[in-house]
Nanobody, 126 residues
Framework: QVQLVESGGGLVQAGDSLRLSCAAS????????MGWFRQAPGKEREFVAA????????YYADSVKGRFTISRDNAKNMVYLQMNSLKPEDTAVYYC???????????????????WGQGTQVTVSS
């Protein structure tokens, strides 16, 4: 079993930065790909970024590439999402997710992740 708790969301202005954190518990964390997704009101949950278990490979949605950076610290069971140059369209609830090694499907599909946090709200004003 894996439990995820996100933190670090808030209300910021366009151009500001935020760093989201995800604290994970459970022994499957260190062998799992981790992802960040977001969901705005009335929209489907969308992929933001993912990182492999070793941290050696990262993936980003085109909309955040160059502005967001995903990282992980396996020793601390933490995953981070550094968000720079925030835009109003980044406003959403951000979710941390675990993709266990038994899961199949592309890394950018929310269906390929089996554990989710409760989410943290990010609001970017113009």
């Amino acid at each position: 079993q894996v439990q995820l708790v996100e933190s670090g969301g808030g209300l910021v202005q366009a151009g500001d930065s935020l760093r989201l954190s995800c604290a994970a518990s459970g022994r499957t964390f260190r062998s799992a790909t981790m992802g960040w997704f977001r969901q705005a009101p009335g929209k489907e949950r969308e992929f933001v970024a993912a990182i492999t278990w070793s941290g050696g490979t990262t993936y980003y949605a085109d909309s955040v590439k160059g502005r967001f950076t995903i990282s992980r610290d396996n020793a601390k069971n933490m995953v981070y999402l550094q968000m720079n140059s925030l835009k109003p369209e980044d406003t959403a609830v951000y979710y941390c997710a675990v993709r266990s090694i038994t899961m199949i499907g592309p890394y950018y599909s929310f269906k390929a992740y089996d554990y989710w946090g409760q989410g943290t709200q990010v609001t970017v004003s113009s």
